[in-house]
């Protein structure tokens, strides 16, 4: 057993320092920091459950970080330390308490809440306020003398801007890169044909440990401070007197931190930044918590490694390594082949995720990456998973891109508009036609609710839709047949159906899924044609005169609605009886947007159909019966069973000197 023990804790710690070397010195980690915190934590608990293991050497007692050769080093004045890490309110509610129980005397305890930078540690050491060494964090004991590469980044000022300034200073920070900065610099490196950094952290880094700071002046860093080692010629009591002393030297603050009294304070924080954390322009890890007054940190002092006055509180981790099962082609509604890829399931930013984007068949050349392989998947913000690179082949074989369409087996091409794409080019092709299905009915074309994709596979499968115009001659045999329809979701779909056939010629327009014709221009061409048996015969000049339609648009749609295919489908759509004309009132408020109105009685002001034109106008849809679906009944003189059953459903009931007003707004 205690054999067992020693070797997985031996195991651990070439582990770790295997994996310092590829993220510290190499800045190309193969695995995520969550990952590499797991390993850190198992090996800390080995080592406090066995203490005849323990060892001063082990990664767990020393601050990682490596020294390169490349550079000389330098000893820092003060021991740069790393932070403790807690990933749980929990932890972080356990420390605060040991914090509290461990400074009981003081009245008025004081914290301050900083995001945590994901960047690169950095000393830097003033003398009478002119800077004399920039240095990497290293092994904390001593780093890499970067000075010439320090002087480059934006933010750091080469002499402080205060009169008096300290007489020794090392003010500590990270070097970090924008999020923006690190796309484009990641974009230059691939169009050149080279790997990229795995995320902003790596960037920074790896910018700034460059042999030629010529290079490094071109990569964007920039610094915010956030600690200091020694300091001669100037007393600070607080962290917050510090960060403001930093701005006054000519420093840029972080714009989000707080100075918190309660452990409740520091939750609600954690809240608001866990939220804001996407949206910052910098990537942060996390939140450290730091006692505010600087006298309590020396009372509270150091363990080897950290601090106890400061806590990293992490945030769920938004990269993790996983296995790519499979790569997947879907062909979308323009014949467009996707590739995606399946992954085995892993927690992303607290979100399972088993599927990630691959954007295009270049990309998984560029990735090198094929079925197998071990990959480094990233989620940032509602954006869907990415694989950012492979971290361990498989084999190493290429992956092959299909030569023909992976539904209908046509042969496909090279798109010449987006170059990178293949497309499949059959007209008839069943994934292009169930993904313009998906589209047609979606609630920007002609929102038939209730329409969803399983209802479209079951009909397409059936052979019960052949062609878009088949969705109008849908019966309620075809409808009740289907999974989980009774009689309830039968009738609301084929009212849904009915429905959708009054819905503007902007909806019908972009409904039809004309390439590069989304919702906008679908509605100014809508307005500028008014019937779409006018828009049949524009020609390309008509088209031109629109100033959002460009020559090369104008061409396209000449030719589209020139096209035997696309008119055969026009026609039988208005066989069907779907709606062609824009009428003058369309949409011109919102008040009764995407609610089901119901017209009772007699109106005295309008007639039935200027009102349902008007509710029409104003984004409502009209339905013949009162239901539990219904949400407005306009009631006029003599209603009858309608408003019965509209009262007794407690649905909202507007009578005419209610409409009125409702509608004056929209100036009608
Ligand atoms: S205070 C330990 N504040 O996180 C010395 N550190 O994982 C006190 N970091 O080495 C550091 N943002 O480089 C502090 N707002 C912040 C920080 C921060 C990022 C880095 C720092 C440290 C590392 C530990």
Redesign the pocket.
Known sequence: MQLEIKSRIDYLRKEIIRHNDFYYDKNDPKISDSEYDNLIKELEQLEREYPIFASLNSPTQKVSGVISSSFESVRHSLPM???DNTYSYEETARWYERIKKNLSGEAGLEFIV????DGI?TNLTYVNGILVIGAT?GDGVKGENVTENIKTVEGIPYKLRVENPPSFFELRG?VYINKLDFKSLNDEIFKIGGQGFSNPRNAASGSLRQKNPQITSARKLRFFA??FGRIRGRQLRRQSDFLRYCQECGFQLQDDFKVCNSLKEIASFADVMLNKRDSLYYEIDGL?IKVNALKLHEKLGNTNK??RW?I?YKFPAKQATTKLNKICVQVGRTGILTPSAVLEPVVLAGVKISHATLHNFEEIKRLNINEGDTVLVERAGDVIPKIVKVVKKDKEVFFKSPHNCPSCNSEIVKDNEEKVAYRCINPDCPAQFRRHLIHFVSRSAMNIQGFGKAVIDQLLKKKKIKVLADIYYLTYDDLISLDLFKEKKTINLLEAITASKKRSLSRLLFALGIRHIGEKISEIIAKRFKNINVLLKASIEDFTRIPEIGSVLALFLKRFFENDAARHVIDSLIAAGVNIIESETYKIGKQFEDKVCVLTGELRTYTRKQASEIIISLGGRIASSVNKKTDYVFVGKNAGSKLEKAKKLGLRIIYEKEFKKLIVTSKI
Not at 114 to 117: M, N, S, Y
């Open positions: 330390l790393s932070l900083e995001p945590k930078i540690s964090r990270e956030h600690s450290v950290s601090p400061a990293a």
